[in-house]
């Protein structure tokens, strides 16, 4: 157990689709990210929260929006996706991610498959 | 930006010791953490490197040379669950972390 928690564990969609991944922390954390894992790619930081603000895009297409109503929470909204948007993509917490290093904890993922 | 070069597949035999490098050009330098990962699951920490030298945890240890943009994970007394990917990566401003591209660590009886 990881105190964090991601649904759907799996999901395919299609290019016109729109749908939602999220993330929810158990841990009392301050900070969110989101990443992407690809095949044979290093895992991409794509979005930074501190307390509930975005403190970093990471050159993110805006088919990817980002959500975090609060500091448990997070959510990635996907629309108009293409296929190599495929992948897993990982949720992970720290404390406050502005203060110095702050080990972050993982979520399972949700690995997406785009048609 | 950042960048970092650690291999791509290592493969030892149970007991062994085996030692995953890891090197790095950035722009911006905290420390050096390494992640496991095994097939399926989450990336989970085992350790974070601020300065020069060596930190044992356990069977694992990481060592870093600031001067030379290079670390390493050693782990000893190798098991068969310890077959998975490490990571190392680079904790830049804002706690952020750039991953290297993982080695594939088997571990053979």
């Known amino acids: 157990e990881t105190g964090v928690t991601q649904t759907p564990r799996h999901l395919v969609m299609g290019m016109t689709n729109k749908k939602s991944l999220k993330c929810e922390q158990h841990l009392g954390h301050n900070a969110m990210y989101w990443y992407k894992q690809s095949a044979k790619k290093p895992l991409e930081l794509m979005f930074v929260?501190?307390?509930?603000?975005?403190?970093e895009n990471n050159s993110v297409p805006s088919r990817f929006s980002p959500e975090c109503p609060n500091s448990s929470h997070l959510f990635l909204h996907l629309h108009t996706l293409q296929p190599e948007d495929s992948a897993l993509y990982l949720c992970?917490?720290?404390?406050?991610?502005?203060?110095?290093?702050?080990?972050?904890?993982f979520g399972p993922g949700t690995r997406l498959t785009v048609l | 930006g950042q960048s970092l070069e650690q291999p791509s597949e290592v493969t030892a035999v149970e007991g062994a010791i085996v030692q995953i490098n890891c090197t790095y050009q950035t722009s911006g330098f905290y420390g050096l953490s390494w992640y496991q990962q095994h097939d399926g699951g989450a990336p989970t920490f085992l350790s974070y490197n601020a300065l020069d030298g060596l930190e044992e945890t356990g069977r694992f240890s990481s060592f870093l040379s600031r001067s030379d943009s290079y670390g390493y994970l050693l782990l000893q007394e190798l098991q068969m669950k310890d077959s998975a990917s490490y990571f190392c990566a680079v904790m830049g401003a804002g706690n952020m972390l750039t991953f290297g591209g993982g080695t594939r660590l088997m571990v053979k009886p």
């Open positions: 992970a917490s720290s404390q406050d991610g502005r203060g110095g290093y702050n080990e972050q904890f």
């Open positions: 929260y501190n307390f509930k603000e975005q403190t």
